[in-house]
């Protein structure tokens, strides 16, 4: 309300001499009656401030830029269309115009936070990004570097804003987390082979001599020889899942289970996309007959789990245990007999005098390379 000082403080002034247009208060004042256009009614002190504390509020509030005409009959035709109101009038119409512009700036206030908080992730993401652009400036980066560390934080926008949905999850009681865990993730789980058994090829004839208690497991061409672990197992791999993305050429930790839901990797050889999964061999032996790491193609989306949280689980549910146990052992025999079929023909057509059926003498006490017995197994305890 300093204006409405301002302008009580500059009616009082002396006229300009030099300027015909202003005589100020001093000349032709009177009291109100018979005036010309060059009259000016003088008015007391209060009244002087009521008009000028008007066309303040009016200017900051925007209802008004030009002060109101006092209780006197204006002195010309222009001004007698405006309005005219007596001291308490003027003071109760500031008084409403006053609450009017605070519901109005409420109300604005109000549409502004729902439009801002709309998508609170996504103002999230640019706070990470403003905050990741004035680190590069203050350090310098190069700019390669910096438009890969610009990608990562792009890649990781989706992650970001499915763990910041799942944090709701928290505050449910146990048997609701591992409800709606499981309905979640339920068919990415359920897709993965290492979750959902072991089946092998059979053939007609096969079929003919089984047992009914055997006939009874096969499905199609296949026979079932593991059963799928159970619903409340998958439910605790699911509360305990983790997300993680990967840059190009990196390469994911070992002892983890991976489940990708974005991007791919090259894994032994093969290309693995969204769906697939990669580490069920490594997360469930100890010392696996081979080790190898995945190499990302692309930013890898996956979730992943890891082997001590995998082992803890499964202590709670031994017929889940047994079946991911034994499709590790199966896959990984069949796995490491494969691989090592593969590199005895690489040695035979690199030396033409290379027998692959002699005996090697590492297989005198172990049976199998030396490589494959003392493998590395990691950090983290073996189920």
């Not at 500031?94 to 519901?103: E, N, S, T």
Request: hydrophobic share 40%; proline share 8%; aromatic share 12%.
């Amino acid at each position: 309300m300093w204006k409405g000082c301002f302008g009580y403080c500059m009616c009082p002034l002396d006229p300009n001499p030099d300027d015909p247009l202003d005589p100020g208060f001093s000349e032709g004042c009177n009291d109100g009656d018979d005036l010309d256009d060059n009259d000016f009614v003088c008015v007391d002190p209060f009244t002087m401030y009521i008009a000028c504390l008007f066309w303040a509020l009016g200017a900051i509030t925007g209802f008004s830029m030009c002060p109101e005409a006092g209780p006197y009959p204006p002195p010309s035709a222009r001004a007698a269309m405006s309005l005219r109101f007596t001291r308490a009038e003027c003071i109760v119409l500031m008084i409403i115009l006053f609450i009017g512009a605070l519901i109005w700036v409420y109300v604005t206030a109000k549409f502004v936070d729902v439009i801002s908080n709309s998508n609170p992730e996504v103002t999230e993401f640019r706070q990470t990004i403003d905050n990741l652009n004035r680190f590069i400036a203050f350090n310098k980066l190069p700019k390669e570097l910096s438009q890969r560390l610009r990608e990562y934080y792009y890649a990781t926008k989706q992650m970001k804003a499915a763990e910041s949905r799942a944090a709701i999850t928290e505050g449910l009681s146990p048997a609701l987390q591992e409800e709606v865990a499981l309905l979640l993730n339920k068919k990415w789980l359920r897709d993965a082979p290492f979750f959902n058994g072991l089946r092998m090829m059979v053939d007609e004839e096969d079929k003919k001599t089984m047992p009914p208690d055997v006939l009874a497991r096969v499905e199609g061409d296949k026979i079932r020889l593991v059963q799928p672990v159970e619903d409340p197992f998958l439910a605790q791999v699911a509360m305990h899942l983790k997300t993680a993305v990967y840059a190009p050429q990196e390469m994911p930790p070992r002892g983890r289970l991976y489940l990708i839901y974005g991007g791919g990797c090259m894994f032994k050889g093969k290309f693995l996309g969204v769906g697939k999964t990669f580490g069920e061999i490594d997360v469930m032996l100890e010392k696996p007959p081979r080790v190898v790491n995945a190499v990302s193609v692309s930013f890898l989306h996956v979730f992943y789990i890891t082997r001590a949280d995998l082992n803890t689980i499964s202590f709670e549910f031994p017929k889940s245990r047994r079946a991911m146990k034994t499709w590790a052992m199966y896959n990984g025999l069949k796995e490491y007999l494969m691989w090592n079929l593969a590199e005895e023909r690489r040695k035979a057509e690199q030396d033409p005098t290379y027998d692959m059926y002699a005996p090697d003498p590492e297989d005198e006490v172990q049976g199998v390379p030396a490589d494959a017995v003392h493998g590395t197994s990691g950090d983290e305890s073996s189920i």
